[in-house]
């Protein structure tokens, strides 16, 4: 990529139509937090396959004069637009955009900076998993529904494949497709309550929220026969097979850490085959260590922050904090769990020195093994004002990357077993 690439890269926003529009006359701006910052070639990849370019309403788009040098702000008629991108991709900078007073929040996306160039759409991102296994693609929608109904048919009765069905025709969701294709990570949803309240859930929003739960949380309570039938189906399928507590569609999984023990237990008197994990916040510990002596093989803990100001004014958290999170993570290690976090990164944010500086020794005091990058889904603003004000030098999501690696932990984006190497 040449170095003056930037200077052919142009603007691109949407008309009141959605329609997009290439701006020649501006150059691109991004965000990072809430701070203005030039898009380089080094911060730029041709837009993924399976990646969207979005609208983003009520946000009056920036850009560079190539006549001027001046920042602009569009005029109305124009919206900022963001890539939303695949699994398997980190995001850099966020859209440049200044948004209307009187807007709602946006829905619960992961908005990327992109730039129109010569050679089409780039976006500000970086790959940082292999994502070949999580490509829509393998799912084809014939195919999902024809072994929905055969697995239906085979489970008659359990509730989980039942609700698993809906995950995987209307939302799409690859785990619950992989339960039904009987490969990979498959979903095992267990809980309707959470000990949490996150700002940006995706399957419970209060009443008076801003913004809609893209998805419907889990109604029912499985019994721990039905959670130990799609184990065993799902494990039997290959030694590699993953069979995950905590999805999207449910909330906090360890809230039936009693029941989840037995299942495992039970479920390994039937086949050692396979691999058990839990996604989880690992606020509950003594439930959390039940799941672990039970058997548990892989651990993954969702965080977005080892500073307890930041973590609880996002999660809200019922009943805990970070140093049980602490907690749990070190029991798991220690009893042999390979242990990773789900971090929910954010640029502007995620990457001040002091936030790198926390979660590097909250890794290493706690033993964790990966950090799954995954982009943060929510309104910019809406997020930045719900947090404590971010202050310190800003490294660069690319440079944290980089400094966790020299740290000696994986980076990825997906579960793995302990077998897989990550770059």
């Known amino acids: 990529m040449p170095d003056n690439f930037t200077l052919r890269a142009n603007l691109i926003v949407a008309d009141e139509a959605g329609n997009l529009v290439e701006d020649p006359r501006y150059l691109p701006v991004a965000r990072t937090g809430s701070h203005l910052a030039e898009l380089l070639a080094s911060d730029l990849i041709p837009l993924p396959e399976g990646a969207t370019i979005v609208s983003m309403p009520g946000c009056r788009p920036l850009g560079i004069d190539k006549r001027t040098g001046r920042r602009v702000l569009l005029s109305d008629g124009y919206n900022a637009v963001g890539a939303l991108l695949p699994q398997g991709y980190t995001r850099l900078f966020l859209p440049g955009f200044s948004k209307d007073a009187d807007r709602d929040p946006l829905p619960l996306f992961g908005y990327t ?15 940082t998993d292999e994502a070949s296994k999580w490509n829509p693609l393998l799912s084809p929608d014939d195919e999902t529904e024809r072994l929905v109904a055969s697995l239906l048919a085979k489970h008659d009765g359990n509730r989980l494949y039942e609700h698993l069905s809906h995950c995987a025709l209307t939302y799409g969701c690859l785990t619950a497709r992989n339960t039904f294709f009987g490969r990979w990570e498959g979903a095992l949803p267990v809980s309707s309550t959470c000990n949490a309240g996150c700002v940006g859930c995706i399957s419970e929003q209060p009443s008076d929220s801003p913004f809609p739960s893209p998805q419907t949380r889990l109604t029912f309570r499985p ?28 909330g906090e999984p360890a809230t039936r850490g009693r029941d989840i023990a037995i299942a495992i237990s039970r479920a390994r008197a039937i086949t050692q085959s396979g691999y058990v994990n839990i996604n989880t916040n690992a606020g509950l510990t003594q439930m959390i260590k039940g799941i672990v002596d039970a058997g548990l093989n892989l651990m993954r803990v969702s965080t977005i922050s080892a500073n307890p100001e930041h973590y609880e004014a996002y999660y809200r958290p019922r009943g805990y904090d970070v140093g049980d ?29 002091d936030e790198v500086e926390a979660m590097v020794e909250f890794l290493h005091e706690n033993k964790v093994k990966q950090v799954q990058m995954r982009n943060l889904n929510i309104d910019p603003d809406f997020y930045l004002g719900k947090i404590p004000e971010q202050q310190g030098e800003l490294l660069g999501m690319d440079a944290v990357i980089s400094i966790f690696r020299q740290e000696g932990f994986e980076v990825g984006s997906f579960t793995h077993t302990p077998s897989h190497t990550l770059r």
């Open 223 to 250: 019994t721990v026969d039905e959670m130990v039938d799609v184990m065993v189906t799902h494990l039997n399928t290959s030694p590699e097979a993953i069979i995950s507590f905590g999805q999207g569609c449910e």
């Open 325 to 353: 999170v602490a907690t749990s993570l070190r029991y798991a290690a220690d009893h042999g769990v390979y242990t990773s976090i789900n971090y929910l990164v954010f640029p502007g944010v995620t990457d001040r020195k």
């Open 113 to 127: 900076a992109v730039a129109w160039t010569d050679n089409g759409p780039y976006v500000a991102a970086m790959l």
